[in-house]
T-cell receptor
Framework: SQQGEEDPQALSIQEGENATMNCSYK?????LQWYRQNSGRGLVHLILIRSNEREKHSGRLRVTLDTSKKSSSLLITASRAADTASYFC??????????FGTGTRLTIIP | GAVVSQHPSRVICKSGTSVKIECRSL??????MFWYRQFPKKSLMLMAT?????????EQGVEKDKFLINHASLTLSTLTVTSAHPEDSSFYICSATDRRLYEQYFGPGTRLTVT
């Protein structure tokens, strides 16, 4: 079963704008990870945030985690056409098993 | 570092035949490998977890006799889809982890089409 629900399912923005994707989950987690997938490709790990962390940055990416609301957000600033992809959150509960969210399809319009 | 490969990247087979997909960790020893299935525009669904030298642990609803997993070494896991049917057509992705790395590294995926 899927742990995470992502919102929105699809997002189209102009190049240069910021993109925000949200992920909600149901049970307590060890950590939450965000992945990117280009069409028909494997997944690329973007960032991991642990349950005791609230915010993390990596380049143009900013991830927040609110364990009280069981939600996380991924912000991509100054978007580029190359950011067009599907983005998935994935939670880890206990062991290493990842449970993926439903994903957000992001389209950056040049 | 931490590169995972899959072979083949794309395969078309006839209904009733079996197909083997390989997943290799190229520059690290993968104590655990995971196999996922992804339908078009959908999320990844974990099929099974395999640990080197032991039997795979299958998720609920995944037929272990249909999806045979062998984790023969610390760098290789194989998924064999036996007696494939058109409904087995999907994108299969593996990932590998070394506990010291604390994250999973994904292969590029294999597109299986059963005709």
């Amino acid at each position: 079963s899927q742990q995470g629900e992502e919102d929105p399912q699809a997002l189209s923005i102009q190049e240069g704008e910021n993109a925000t994707m949200n992920c909600s989950y149901k049970t307590s987690i060890n950590n939450l990870q965000w992945y990117r997938q280009n069409s028909g490709r494997g997944l690329v790990h973007l960032i991991l945030i642990r349950s005791n962390e609230r915010e993390k940055h990596s380049g143009r990416l900013r991830v927040t985690l609110d364990t009280s609301k069981k939600s996380s957000s991924l912000l991509i600033t100054a978007s580029r056409a190359a950011d067009t992809a599907s983005y998935f959150c994935a939670t880890v509960i206990g062991n290493e098993k990842l449970t993926f969210g439903t994903g957000t399809r992001l389209t950056i319009i040049p | 570092g931490a590169v995972v490969s899959q072979h083949p990247s794309r395969v078309i087979c006839k209904s009733g035949t079996s197909v083997k997909i390989e997943c290799r960790s190229l520059d690290f020893q993968a104590t655990t490998m995971f196999w996922y299935r992804q339908f078009p525009k959908k999320s990844l669904m974990l099929m099974a977890t395999s640990n080197e030298g032991s039997k795979a642990t299958y998720e609920q609803g995944v037929e272990k006799d249909k999806f045979l997993i062998n984790h023969a070494s610390l760098t290789l896991s194989t998924l064999t889809v036996t007696s494939a049917h058109p409904e087995d057509s999907s994108f299969y992705i593996c990932s590998a982890t070394d506990r010291r790395l604390y994250e999973q590294y994904f292969g590029p995926g294999t597109r299986l089409t059963v005709t």
